[in-house]
């Protein structure tokens, strides 16, 4: 007898190492792969055959504006690139978004602005090989949360501050 029966159980189990091992079979949730590059500004997640690219807009244009500077068109060039080689049928989307800082109206038309700015460029870059479309955001869909504790957060206001390019990938 044991002075401590849950123990029981545990020399039991250790005595006898033969046991019946059951197959465990459980449902797989969809895999999100993301890479951030080292500076912060950009982000690529890959759902499926979803690719989302984020550029965050301090890399793309100059605060409260919507023309791109000349960085910009640099990183855009390469996001063409990859549209042009992986992209399957289907419409490149661009979706513009702003952090919490400001009036929705203004946040909301920023975003649209912005958006239409790199969808312009893509298109230019891409030479009509795909179809983009643009939409604005504004503050509704952050992607962390622009305070924290109570407290804002300047380093996830500047993420929340992007513009996503998304498409589907060739299988």
Same mark, same amino acid.
């Given at each position: 007898?044991?002075?401590?029966?849950?123990?029981?159980?545990?020399?039991?189990?250790?005595? @006898?190492?033969?046991?019946?091992?059951?197959?465990?079979?459980?449902?797989?949730? @969809?895999?999100?792969?993301?890479?951030?590059?080292?500076?912060?500004?950009?982000?690529?997640?890959?759902?499926?055959?979803?690719?989302?690219?984020?550029?965050?807009? @301090?890399?793309?244009?100059?605060?409260?504006?919507?023309?791109?500077?000349?960085?910009?068109?640099?990183?855009?060039?390469?996001?063409? /690139?990859?549209?042009?080689?992986?992209?399957?049928?289907?419409?490149?989307?661009?979706?513009?978004?702003?952090? /919490?800082?400001?009036?929705?109206?203004?946040?909301?038309?920023?975003?649209?602005?912005?958006?239409?700015?790199?969808?312009?460029?893509?298109?230019?870059?891409?030479?009509?090989?795909?179809?983009?479309?643009?939409?604005?955001?504004?503050?509704?869909?952050?992607?962390?949360?622009?305070?924290? @504790?109570?407290?804002?957060?300047?380093?996830?206001?500047?993420?929340?501050?992007?513009?996503?390019?998304?498409?589907?990938?060739?299988?």
């Amino acid at each position: 007898m044991f002075l401590f029966p849950e123990l029981a159980l545990v020399v039991t189990l250790l005595a @006898d190492p033969v046991a019946p091992i059951e197959d465990v079979i459980a449902p797989v949730e @969809d895999v999100v792969a993301e890479v951030e590059s080292l500076d912060g500004t950009e982000n690529v997640s890959t759902e499926g055959r979803q690719v989302t690219v984020a550029l965050t807009s @301090d890399v793309l244009f100059a605060l409260d504006k919507w023309v791109l500077t000349a960085k910009a068109r640099q990183r855009l060039a390469s996001v063409a /690139d990859k549209i042009k080689a992986e992209s399957a049928d289907g419409a490149v989307k661009v979706y513009g978004h702003t952090d /919490d800082q400001g009036a929705d109206g203004y946040n909301q038309a920023l975003s649209l602005r912005r958006a239409r700015a790199v969808q312009q460029a893509l298109e230019r870059l891409a030479g009509g090989a795909v179809t983009f479309e643009a939409a604005g955001f504004g503050e509704t869909r952050p992607r962390l949360p622009n305070v924290v @504790d109570g407290r804002p957060s300047e380093e996830n206001r500047a993420k929340n501050r992007r513009v996503e390019i998304v498409f589907s990938v060739k299988q």
